[in-house]
């Protein structure tokens, strides 16, 4: 399965709503989970299936779709939010992520 | 306090063999499974292997598939990566992940992500 993301890149502010577009080549339910990977740090774990949220993830962090299109999207963006998100599908093996989109300033 | 710690990257020339490992502890090994994923300077992520608590499930990414084999030893709260005819596209930093379910099926994900250890192949 084919994990897509949009944009690739978008420049924010601190304050801005974000949204990021992940799409499926087919479908995988509601198995998609998003990830925060910081500059120089490992990813982090934001949302799980779709819209749940991970422990310790504040709730500016908010998910949506069903199937073949899911949406990220972030609430009044704070400094650690610049950073580069991607998305996973656990719905088959082999497991593939998105290409990523990198949130600047 | 959970700790995933990789070791065993090095600089190695096409077509050689390497044997990455993967220790942890902080948490009940063989209640989980594990997943390698990698990533390549300045690119994004790639999953590369997968075994369930028991060994019982595994699977690998396509671009890897019969050259990499993935193994568990729950008495050493270990997992390891054989990597053959390694290639130049497989230079990255390898990262050893814990899941959050015993078996990847739908409702799993990463929670905790290793440092990595850096693979480079070059002649």
């Known amino acids: 399965i084919q994990m897509t993301q949009s944009p690739a890149s978008l420049s924010a502010s601190i304050g801005d709503r974000v949204s990021i577009t992940c799409r499926a080549s087919r479908t995988i339910k509601r198995y998609l989970n998003w990830y925060r990977q910081r500059p120089g740090k490992v990813p982090e774990l934001l949302l799980y299936?779709?819209?749940n949220l991970h422990d310790g993830v504040p709730s500016r962090f908010s998910g949506s779709g069903y199937g073949t299109d899911f949406t990220l999207t972030i609430n009044n963006l704070q400094p650690e939010d610049f950073a580069t998100y991607y998305c996973?599908?656990?719905?088959?093996?082999?497991?593939?992520f998105g290409g990523g989109t990198k949130v600047d300033i | 306090e959970v700790q995933v710690v990789e070791s065993g990257g090095a600089l190695v020339q096409p077509g050689r063999s390497l044997r990455l490992s993967c220790v942890t502890s902080?948490?009940?090994?063989?209640?989980?499974?594990i997943h390698w994923v990698r990533q390549s300077p300045g690119k994004g992520l790639e999953w590369v292997s997968y075994i369930s608590w028991n060994g019982g499930t595994i699977d690998y990414a396509d671009s890897v598939k019969g050259r990499f084999t993935i193994s568990r030893d729950n008495t050493k709260n270990s997992v390891y990566l054989q990597m053959n005819n390694l290639r130049v596209e497989d230079t990255a930093l390898y990262h050893c992940?814990?899941?959050?379910?015993?078996?990847?099926?739908?409702?799993?994900?990463?929670?905790?992500w290793g440092q990595g250890t850096p693979v480079t192949v070059a002649s």
């Open positions: 992940t814990k899941d959050i379910l015993p078996y990847c099926s739908g409702d799993c994900y990463i929670d905790y």
């Open positions: 902080g948490f009940t090994f063989d209640d989980y499974a």
């Open positions: 996973q599908q656990t719905s088959t093996t082999p497991l593939t």
């Open positions: 299936s779709t819209s």
